[in-house]
């Protein structure tokens, strides 16, 4: 079946910090990936996507590159703010969505 | 893209009663979902609502208890039925745009439902 694994949170990191949150999956054939982020109070937003393997999807200085070999989809950004606090969810698409438990990211100054 | 409102955005319910949300987008739209977000979990598809046809409902869902409208391609309902404190959640609806798979989904802002 399809189904999609996320770290667990939360995960707190000091400003400007180097962020990795992991994300593997399992499908049949070949699905597109994507990061979602919500913000408190707020709905999903699609932060990134990449559609087939070898694709780095990147917004906001957030990347993550479709690994078909590892079956990965990693979010990662190189300095993260305090805005960036907020529910990230890994997520594919295969006849419907799949979304993973959701990693909170709480930065401080 | 689309943009996607949902009336309430929050509501308090006493157990028994009925919640109806609406979802209204800025476009047609051919497949409409709507999902629950229970307190710190990920999102659990309901149902699948399509114009013209009845709502296909996952696994765990029944009719009775999630009643959903799609009366035209831009608005749709989901009704909470004889709640109970078990449903309070966040209810999101979404859409897709263009061919299912390779487009992004598009998120309402969510309907938080607090039931007592």
């Known amino acids: 079946g399809n189904s999609v694994t996320q770290m667990e949170g939360p995960v707190t990191l000091s400003e400007e910090a180097f962020l990795t949150i992991n994300c593997t999956y399992t499908?049949?054939?070949?699905?597109?990936l994507f990061w979602y982020v919500q913000y408190p109070g707020e709905g999903l937003q699609l932060l990134l996507k990449a559609t087939k393997a070898d694709d780095k999807g990147s917004n906001k200085g957030f990347e993550a590159t479709y690994r078909k070999e590892t079956t990965s989809f990693h979010l990662e950004k190189g300095s993260v703010q305090v805005s960036d606090s907020a529910v990230y969810f890994c997520a594919l698409s295969r006849n419907q969505f799949y979304f993973g438990t959701g990693t909170s990211l709480t930065v401080i100054p | 893209s689309a943009v996607i409102s949902q009336k309430p955005s929050r509501d308090i319910c006493q157990r028994g009663t009925s919640l109806t949300i609406q979802c209204q987008v800025d476009?047609?739209?051919?497949?409409m979902f709507w999902y629950r977000q229970q307190p710190g979990q990920s999102l659990t598809l309901i149902a699948t609502a399509n114009q013209g046809s009845e709502a296909t409902y996952e696994s765990g869902f029944v009719i009775d208890k999630f009643p959903i409208s799609r009366p035209n391609l831009t608005f749709s309902t989901l009704t909470v039925s004889n709640m109970s404190p078990e449903d309070s959640s966040i209810y999101l609806c979404?859409?897709?745009?263009?061919?299912?798979?390779?487009?992004?989904?598009?998120f309402g802002p969510g309907t938080r439902l607090t039931v007592l």
């Open positions: 979404s859409v897709v745009s263009g061919s299912y798979s390779y487009n992004e989904q598009f």
């Open positions: 476009s047609q739209v051919t497949m």
């Open positions: 499908a049949t054939g070949y699905p597109s």
